[in-house]
Nanobody, 114 residues
């Protein structure tokens, strides 16, 4: 089992920055992919960025150059968000894969005002 707890959401003005964190805990040796999805009101959940255990991070086109994903050896994944836009407003969910199973956090709200 994997538990994911997000933190760092909030409200900012357009052009501002936020840093999201997601700490994974449970009985495991290491996680495969970790990442972030988001869901805006009335829209489907979409991938924002993922960081595989080996390989390069992947970003959705709309956040390239503005968001940076990173992870550390303690199974914590971060999302540094800069130049935020109103369209980035959403609930951001942490995501992790262990073996063949995917796990989700409860989400953290990010609100960007114009």
């Amino acid at each position: 089992q994997v538990q994911l707890v997000e933190s760092g959401g909030g409200a900012v003005q357009s052009g501002g920055s936020l840093r999201l964190s997601c700490a994974a805990s449970g009985s495991f040796l290491g996680l495969n992919t970790m990442g972030w999805y988001r869901q805006a009101p009335g829209k489907n959940r979409e991938l924002v960025a993922i960081y595989p255990s080996s390989g390069s991070p992947h970003y959705v086109d709309s956040v390239k150059g503005r968001f940076t994903i990173s992870r550390d050896a303690s199974n914590t994944v971060y999302l540094q968000m800069s130049s935020l836009r109103p369209e980035d407003t959403a609930v951001y969910y942490c995501y992790a894969v262990l073996g063949l199973r995917a796990y989700w956090g409860r989400g953290t709200q990010v609100t960007v005002s114009s």
